[in-house]
Every structure is written in structure tokens, then in C-alpha cells.
């Protein structure tokens, strides 16, 4: 079935360090979600991507897709303690469900 | 956040007992899903809903039913609980729209000992 990995697994960084996490499907995705976890709560949706080489930002952050659709990036830009929390990356199919990737840890220290 | 209830949010359960996770929306959403949450694993999908009665199986199902009598309420029940059960368990809804974005519940920490 389709695979979906993310890496890293761990980020720690210095506030106001940039952040990058990656993420690779193992098959052609129809699109792909980013959710953020922050600890001890439920993920939340933060954006979808659906165009080929789609870019898109929300303040300092900005996703990318993949020409192929099979990869996908998160990059934050000068990182804030509200940052902190797991980002998780989904790859979607036609058929509404999503397989979600084993996520990247941030770590911010002030 | 979408209104997505679960309960119970804790449970401390033994080998072998059955065990009912519920979760309740009211924001009348189609879809419905169950994963749990393991460190190193992300997010697996167990089962989901596409409307009421209709339901099937996600990547790691084994161990795993669920039930969707009512638009608002899906079911997950362990039959026989195992530890490699222990987990956090989510539910998630998802509507209708181009944005198939998912709502998530705020979780159930489940413990078999």
C-alpha cells in the first residue's frame, strides 16, 4: 500500500533558526495536507496542496509540492517557541482518506 | 474546532476485556475515522465511515470494529483487548468540501494491562 515517510524524525533548533521537514510517498498522491500537533493535543490542519509544483505561505511558513506529487515540504523561517509541536505531513488519494507520515518533532529553544 | 467529542479521554482496561471508544460530531460531517497514534508510527488508520452503515477498513483494522448507526456518532470497540493495543486514539471528521481537510477529536489514551 501506499507509504508516506517524513524526515527528520527530530529537530531541535535555536529560535530564530530556520526549520525544514521533508516528506516522500511511494506512490503519486491526488494531494497532500500538513497538520501540527502541539504536545498533548490533536493535530490541526494547516494546509492542502493539490497543483503540481504548488507553492504556497502562511506568514513564515511555506509548502511546497513536489513536480511528481510524490514529495512535499514544510520550511518555517526564523522559528518562534509557538512553533513547537510535531508536523505531520497526510498524503491524500480519490478516495477521501489520507495516510499520514511519522511526523517531525520540533524543538525550539529560546 | 469542529465540535468532535471523545470519551472516554482516559481508560485503563485489562487483557482480554472489551472495551467501546466513542466519538461525537455535531457539525453533521460525512466522513468519519478512527486512527491511533504511536510513537515513531504517526498517525494509522484503523477503520472509517463514509455514511451511515457504511463503513470499512483502514491499514491496521486487525483487533478492531466499529459501528455508525447515526450520522453523529462512531463506534471503535476493541473485542478483546490486547496490550499491543495501548494507544491514543483519534477520531476525525472530515464534510463534503474541496478541502477534504480532517477535524480531530481531542483523543482517548487507552492503557491494557
Known amino acids: 500500500g501506499q507509504q508516506v515517510m517524513q524526515i527528520p524524525q527530530y529537530q531541535h533548533v535555536q529560535e530564530g533558526e530556520d526549520f525544514t521537514t521533508y516528506c516522500n510517498s511511494s506512490t503519486t498522491l491526488s494531494n497532500i495536507q500538513w497538520y501540527k500537533q502541539r504536545p498533548g493535543g490533536h493535530p490541526v490542519f494547516l494546509i492542502q496542496?493539490?497543483?503540481?509544483?504548488e507553492v504556497k505561505k502562511q506568514k513564515r511558513l511555506t509548502f511546497q509540492f513536489g513536480e511528481a506529487k510524490k514529495n512535499s515540504s514544510l520550511h518555517i523561517t526564523a522559528t518562534q517557541t509557538t512553533d513547537v509541536g510535531t508536523y505531520f505531513c497526510?498524503?491524500?488519494?480519490?478516495?477521501?482518506?489520507?495516510?499520514f507520515g511519522g511526523g517531525t518533532r520540533l524543538m525550539v529553544k529560546p | 474546532d469542529a465540535g468532535i467529542t471523545q470519551s472516554p479521554r482516559h481508560k485503563v482496561t485489562e487483557t482480554g476485556t472489551p472495551v467501546t471508544l466513542r466519538c461525537h460530531q455535531t457539525?453533521?460531517?460525512?466522513?468519519m475515522y478512527w486512527y491511533r497514534q504511536d510513537p515513531g508510527h504517526g498517525l494509522r488508520l484503523i477503520h472509517y465511515s463514509y455514511g451511515v452503515k457504511d463503513t470499512d477498513k483502514g491499514e491496521v483494522s486487525d483487533g478492531y470494529s466499529v459501528s455508525r448507526s447515526k450520522t453523529e456518532d462512531f463506534l471503535l470497540t476493541l473485542e478483546s483487548a490486547t496490550s499491543s493495543q495501548t494507544s491514543v486514539y483519534f477520531c476525525?471528521?472530515?464534510?463534503?468540501?474541496?478541502?477534504?481537510?480532517?477535524?480531530f477529536g481531542p483523543g482517548t489514551r487507552l492503557t491494557v494491562t
Open positions: 476525525a471528521t472530515a464534510g463534503l468540501a474541496d478541502v477534504h481537510e480532517q477535524y
Open positions: 497526510a498524503g491524500g488519494n480519490a478516495g477521501n482518506m489520507l495516510t
Open positions: 457539525e453533521n460531517h460525512r466522513y
Open positions: 496542496l493539490v497543483k503540481s509544483g
